[in-house]
């Protein structure tokens, strides 16, 4: 599923080539039903729950860029410290992940509860995280950003 500021496309990968199932505008006055028709086509590919990779729009990552270091050298509350400098969040607000790419460091971080709302969102209509996500342009950052997540998140009532 990938999410965007306008809305969510449903984008099945087939041989390779990633193709547009269908999507729903946010403005969309029967989002709700046009969200049930998008599990309802997955439902077609996959037997429910469905497992998704939800691609979180770059508007809501942080991204940042440091002089190489060796990761494993370096104290990643530190780093992520650095990352979110100018923001209000801390550590413990977001998942963080790095990667290395010829001499620099590239940063990305998402909140927690940026990821904890889309799972909802998602989950309502047939869905199941198993990732997150999100394709910055390359000179932010080399590869697509995978953030993993030590404990899963949880759902609130």
């Known amino acids: 599923l990938d999410l ?33 028709g998008l599990g309802a086509i997955a439902a077609r590919h996959s037997k429910p729950p ?14 940042g860029s440091f002089a190489s270091h060796d990761v494993a050298e370096v104290n990643m509350d530190t780093l992520i410290s650095h990352l ?16 290395s790419h010829e001499a620099t460091l590239f940063g990305a971080a998402v909140e927690r509860r ?7 969102f998602v989950s309502r209509y ?20 995978v953030f993993n997540l030590p404990t899963p998140l949880k759902l609130s009532e």
């Open 114 to 120: 940026t990821l904890s709302e889309a799972r909802q």
């Open 4 to 36: 965007s500021l306008q809305g969510i496309r449903l984008v099945y990968h087939l041989k390779g080539s990633p193709t547009v199932l269908g999507d729903v505008a946010f403005t969309d006055p029967r989002r709700h039903a046009r969200m049930s």
């Open 126 to 145: 047939g869905f199941k995280p198993i990732g997150y996500t999100t394709h910055p342009p390359r000179q932010i950052f080399p590869v697509c950003a």
């Open 84 to 99: 979110l400098k100018g923001t209000n969040l801390t550590s413990d607000d977001v998942v963080a992940v790095f990667q």
């Open 50 to 63: 469905i497992d998704a990779m939800i691609v979180v729009p770059c508007e809501y990552v942080v991204f």
